[in-house]
């Protein structure tokens, strides 16, 4: 048999915990931050860079590659690790979150959605079957199910026939997994509790290497959102990977591993980076700060990373406000260095029993930042 | 005294010649190419990666540079090497072209030019006493005289009102040159040999540390450009460097080599970079062709650079199809890496007594390039 993975609580604290996952490709210190690669690349940065920073796992997305440049081509140069040149671990999203959010128009069936596609128009289709051969051409390491995400709010009756077919497609998935691949069951149920209890025992049932929890972070308030992250990290089996998916403000990971979840994914560091927001010791700013004309002080003087070691705050906002690609280079390289510093910190708490004290800290940091409103 | 620099020429193949020029802070091997930093950044790169090709200097733009984020700024950090992390030299060109090529509106007079700025419309003016006073504030390790560039074509009478203007601006710059800081100065005329001479006399006796040829490549047919090339270049000093200004197709580049030219700068490689269009050892390719949509190969299998070395034609055909910064990045660094490694086999034919065969070799290359046309 193929080794596919192996993952170990380390420590805990509280409901907290460390952890390794082993995988053929190398190993994911838990609680892990994945950076997102949609279209076969982190955007701004090098597989060389993202080694730099220690980024042990990145996300792929099935709906992305498969429209462009399409999984068959991606098959036949070698797959997704080849094309894009990175030799470490990489997560698929089964396509399920994109198809809801980016297509214009989307149409349910039993066996899958018929979607439009965001690049051309074109129509495609996509169902448990499509998304487990596309996340066979790319090669992921890890395969998410292919999944219904709700709206929010819906009503639990068109929750509970969605959540059907999520389950219905996660056991099509699981009787189409890979030799070598590991896949991962994502629990739906919108805001119901029932429905979340009732996802988490059909996945379970049906058994699968982790367990992603889906369909948050799509309108709901932040407290429906935390209980949720609550509730179901007090459900998932411990012994598996718990991954919450799409969630990386930081108020909202410090609740989630407090909950006791191991992974994460977001744009935020990315797409902040390229906003002018970043992330500092002190909270978000905004590089574009008028005070920052003339400051020649790092981004960051806590920050060891090659952007805060060698640029100013004045360099830094003036390749912002002239557009220039190395702006979005410098600043992307910043704000992932900080979260998977974050991370590595955090892990670091939980080890040795502070992690309350930790999230105490940067609550306090995050409620008293200067903010990311350009001054005048 | 202030050491500013010193050239020697080495070896000469015709009128073709290498030489090296030695600066405080750095040696350049001539001919060289010197890559555009416009807004206190070569585009796409990072300092780091322009030591890594090669790059022994760099432009940076006076006109772009006052207007953001202001030459005050640059200077009250510690001037532009430090505030763009680059300890190399570098040139900055006067504002005199950016001005006649990039603003709205321009109103010449007897001190300088009034002009739009063609970012927020506002109005400045520079002359020759601002021009030196903003490469002093930026710290140039080479200045360029602040001149008035003439279209094309443009009648004798106005040429030569034009040129008595540039020379009374050259001597202003002169007499206001600040010590530790070399001034090139600029011959214009137009298409006019007699304008041409006038203006290379005018200057030597003034007495520069280089002499740049302008006006050209603004219109006039390549016969025209390539006659001015040959007939300036065999009367500028040949104790000094020789600078071709603006000027990098490749093709113009050899027949100006062999006219004696020392010093190139252009955005040829990074602009056709980030329009997908690459140098490679058979001539340029556009990586948008259908025909690399699965191919695995490297861009260009004799290319030394990362990019040829770690991603296919068929990865870089899709991050430009799907306008990720990674391509930009990519797409540069080969281009830029190209150019450096072309100057360097140039000057090793130079020394070597081969240049008429290499510039054949290249001449024959680039006239049965594959094109760059977008393939279907």
């Not at 090669?139 to 639990?156: K, L, N, Q, R, S």
Request: hydrophobic share 40%; glycine share 10%; net charge negative.
């Amino acid at each position: 048999m193929i080794f596919v993975m192996e993952f170990k609580v380390l420590k805990t604290d509280g409901s907290a915990r460390t952890g390794l996952l082993r995988m053929a490709r190398g190993i994911i210190h838990t609680p892990a931050f994945m950076p997102v690669g949609t279209n076969a690349t982190v955007k701004a940065m090098t597989p060389e860079e993202m080694k730099e920073i220690g980024a042990e796992i990145i996300l792929g997305n099935t709906y992305h590659l498969s429209l462009r440049p399409g999984h068959e081509i991606i098959r036949s140069v070698g797959g997704l690790h080849r094309f894009m040149n990175w030799d470490r671990p990489i997560l698929t999203d089964s396509g399920g979150f994109q198809v809801y959010s980016l297509s214009a128009l989307r149409d349910i069936e039993a066996e899958g959605v018929h979607f439009k596609s965001h690049v051309d128009g074109s129509m495609h289709f996509i169902g448990p079957a499509e998304a487990m051969a596309i996340q066979d051409a790319l090669g992921a390491d890890v395969a998410m199910v292919f999944d219904d995400c709700t709206p929010y709010p819906v009503a639990h009756e068109y929750a509970l026939e969605s959540l059907g077919r999520t389950l219905a497609w996660a056991r099509t998935c699981k009787n189409l997994k890979k030799e070598g691949q590991a896949l991962f069951g994502i629990v739906q149920g919108s805001a119901y509790r029932d429905l979340r209890i009732m996802s988490i025992e059909g996945l379970r049932e049906i058994g699968f290497d982790g367990y992603a929890v889906g369909g948050l972070s799509v309108g709901e308030p932040k407290e429906v959102m935390h209980e949720m992250i609550r509730f179901t990290g007090s459900l998932l089996p411990g012994d598996s990977p718990r991954y919450l998916m799409g969630i990386g403000d930081l108020m909202d990971v410090l609740a989630a591993v407090e909950a006791g979840f191991d992974m994460f994914d977001c744009v935020i560091p990315t797409r902040n980076a390229r906003n002018g927001t970043l992330f500092t010791s002190i909270g978000r700013i905004s590089i574009k700060r008028t005070e920052f004309k003339a400051d020649e002080g790092p981004l960051d003087p806590n920050c060891g990373c090659t952007t805060c070691k060698n640029y100013s705050r004045a360099y830094l906002r003036h390749l912002f406000l002239t557009r220039e690609i190395l702006s979005m280079r410098l600043n992307t390289m910043h704000n992932l260095y900080f979260y998977m510093e974050f991370f590595r910190k955090m892990r670091d708490a939980v080890s040795s029993g502070t992690f309350s004290e930790f999230r105490k800290k940067w609550e306090g940091v995050i409620r008293s930042e200067p903010g990311t409103e350009e001054g005048t």
